[in-house]
């Protein structure tokens, strides 16, 4: 099992044009959550998915910000039009069930990076 | 407000010293409480948490309720320990949303 894979490691886009983030669970695991970790703050939480649901963004910022998780293929966080303010390292992490007493398996994050 | 504050952003340490990471939080309810771990290049990963009670790799934690703390220690330090530690707490049963703190990196000298 390669764990929690995600895609691109480092990611550099320009003001205004979009970026993918990409992250494959864990085999067996169909509870994704995505976090961002900004420069010196900690990780924060941004949207727990499951598998074609989103079952809560109350960490996303309202606009621009997206994420999916299709019955086939891996969970893309999408950022539209993007900004300065964007540079960081988006964490994603997965588990069997929900996280009540599940430990997270994370990601190796991707950095990104808005020029 | 939730919080997980770690005032050290880097401890420097000699191997063979004993090592403690503070973690303070503040929470309304009764949070579990968690350490991950850094190591270079590799996964953030779980390192132990409150409810298990248990040593991992020499590390224990012990909550303390009263002053709000979750301070990670071990009695002596290998130079193998030097990495990134992020402690962590979620709601208890039922929440996902972690709250993580900023992190401090120990460095174990020779």
């Known amino acids: 099992n390669a764990g929690v894979m995600q895609n691109p490691r480092h990611l550099v886009r320009r003001r205004g044009q979009e970026a993918r983030l990409r992250c494959s669970p864990m085999?067996?695991?169909?509870?994704v959550y995505w976090y961002r970790q900004l420069p010196e703050e900690g990780l924060k939480f941004m949207v727990y998915l499951q598998k074609e649901n989103i079952i809560d963004e109350s960490g996303m910022p309202k606009e621009r910000f997206s994420a999916e998780f299709p019955k086939e293929g891996p969970s893309i966080l999408r950022i539209q039009q993007v900004v300065r303010g964007d540079s960081a390292a988006y964490f994603c992490?997965?588990?069997?069930?929900?996280?009540?007493?599940?430990?997270?398996?994370f990601g190796s994050g991707t950095q990104l990076s808005v020029l | 407000a939730q919080r997980v504050t770690q005032p050290e952003k880097l401890l420097s340490v000699f191997k063979g010293a004993p090592v403690e990471l503070k973690c303070n939080y503040s929470y309304s309810g009764s949070p579990e409480l968690f350490w991950y771990v850094q190591y270079s290049r590799q996964r953030l990963q779980l390192l132990l948490r409150h409810i298990s009670r248990e040593s991992i790799k020499g590390f224990t934690a012990d909550l303390n309720k009263g002053e709000t703390s979750f301070h990670l220690k071990k009695p002596f330090a290998q130079e193998e320990d030097s990495a990134m530690y992020y402690c962590?707490?979620?709601?208890?049963?039922?929440?996902?949303?972690?709250?993580f703190g900023t992190g401090t990196r120990l460095k174990v000298l020779a």
């Open positions: 962590a707490l979620s709601g208890g049963s039922g929440t996902y949303k972690y709250i």
């Open positions: 992490a997965s588990s069997r069930d929900s996280a009540t007493n599940e430990k997270l398996f």
């Open positions: 085999k067996g695991h169909s509870h």
